[in-house]
């Protein structure tokens, strides 16, 4: 039936988001393993029609690609990639240095004690040069460092950072660009409009060109609520990286219509009812003035987006409801609405309201 809807569209001649939004920036996806495997159809039915650009949830991380030391798989991110040639997607990686989702072994010798600075770096280059070159040509972007900056603009106190210190994030762009001097490099973190990370990641910036090293845009991740931030402070931290001589690529877009859970309440709402009710308010569906505001919110900051030539693309963080990961975060067992499709694999209503709105920036 989908297959069908969508045909009658196309039959229409109806614009599809990357239609409406060729030439003003790339649309993107975050695809998953079922999606990579074209096992799940619906999903990828939708990323074929209204994507041009794609990156993937998990299979490109170190813990997948390298998971022990110098044995590297790249069967499931080479799936990916040939999805993405074979359907003329605009391809990134994600991602090539970060604290999470890496495999035990990068920072500690045979002893099980902390390596030395000589050995992560020889680590890092390795790890780095491997991907890097193995993806020459067909990746056209790398998020190379990912959330290394705090909100008060400190750096994570990650290993990377207690072994090398702040010099680990001019090591992994040099590593990078050494492997393939075309490809696209991207600082990519969340919360990015605070004003001390913003602060911070600008300083980055200028650390990184006055050394003579590439970085070509900052990737505001986009994980946003009904609450926070305004359009006011997004569009704030959006004008700042461009000043400083970047472009901007919101990277991991989503928005949930949900509550926030207060702190300390912790992660498993599922068998508490006072906090289910509290936290979880839409587990038959959302009213509709409640979607008529999400509605409203997503539209503004796609107007948002629109504004900024130096905006090259925004990435949605998976394909419909149903499969996103707010569902089971901060707290799992929720039932939220983040994306652009529901969850019978319909564009809703703010597709067709974004559609008009790029036809109207022609």
Not at 84 to 112: A, M, V, Y
Request: charged content about 25%; hydrophobic content about 40%.
């Amino acid at each position: 039936m989908l297959i069908l809807v969508w045909g009658c569209l196309a039959a229409k001649g109806q614009k599809t988001l990357k239609d409406a939004l060729k030439g003003k920036f790339h649309i993107g996806v975050a695809m998953n393993g079922q999606q990579i495997s074209e096992r799940d159809t619906a999903n990828v039915n939708i990323i074929k029609r209204n994507f041009d650009a794609i990156v993937a949830e998990n299979c490109m991380k170190s813990m997948f690609l390298q998971p022990r030391e110098g044995e590297f798989n790249f069967a499931e991110a080479d799936k990916f990639v040939e999805f993405g040639e074979r359907n003329g997607k605009w391809i990134t990686g994600h991602c090539l240095t970060w604290h999470s989702q890496l495999p035990r072994w990068f920072f500690t010798d045979e002893n099980g004690e902390t390596v030395t600075a000589d050995v992560l770096k020889a680590r890092m280059k390795s790890h780095i040069s491997t991907v890097v070159g193995h993806f020459k040509g067909k990746v056209k972007g790398w998020d190379v460092v990912n959330e290394a900056i705090m909100e008060d603009g400190s750096y994570r106190k990650s290993k990377f950072y207690e072994i090398l210190g702040e010099e680990f994030i001019p090591l992994a762009f040099q590593y990078a660009h050494e492997a393939d001097p075309d490809v696209e490099l991207y600082y990519n973190d969340y919360n990015e409009w605070y004003p001390g990370k913003c602060a911070a990641i600008v300083k980055l910036i200028k650390t990184l060109r006055d050394r003579g090293l590439r970085i070509d845009a900052v990737g505001m991740q986009g994980h946003l609520g009904m609450d926070g931030p305004s359009i006011a402070e997004y569009e704030k931290a959006i004008q700042t990286y461009i000043n400083a001589g970047v472009n901007v690529m919101v990277t991991e877009f989503d928005l949930s219509i949900l509550p926030s859970p207060r702190r300390g309440i912790g992660a498993e709402i599922s068998t508490n009812i006072e906090y289910q009710k509290e936290f979880n308010p839409y587990t038959e569906g959302v009213p509709d003035a409640a979607m008529q505001a999400w509605t409203n919110r997503m539209l503004d900051l796609f107007k948002l987006f629109l504004k900024y030539k130096e905006i090259t693309r925004i990435t949605m963080w998976g394909v419909s409801d149903g499969s996103s990961w707010k569902n089971n975060f901060p707290v799992r067992g929720r039932t939220d609405y983040p994306l652009l499709f529901d969850r019978n694999y319909q564009a809703k209503p703010v597709v067709e309201d974004i559609i008009k709105l790029a036809n109207k920036r022609n």
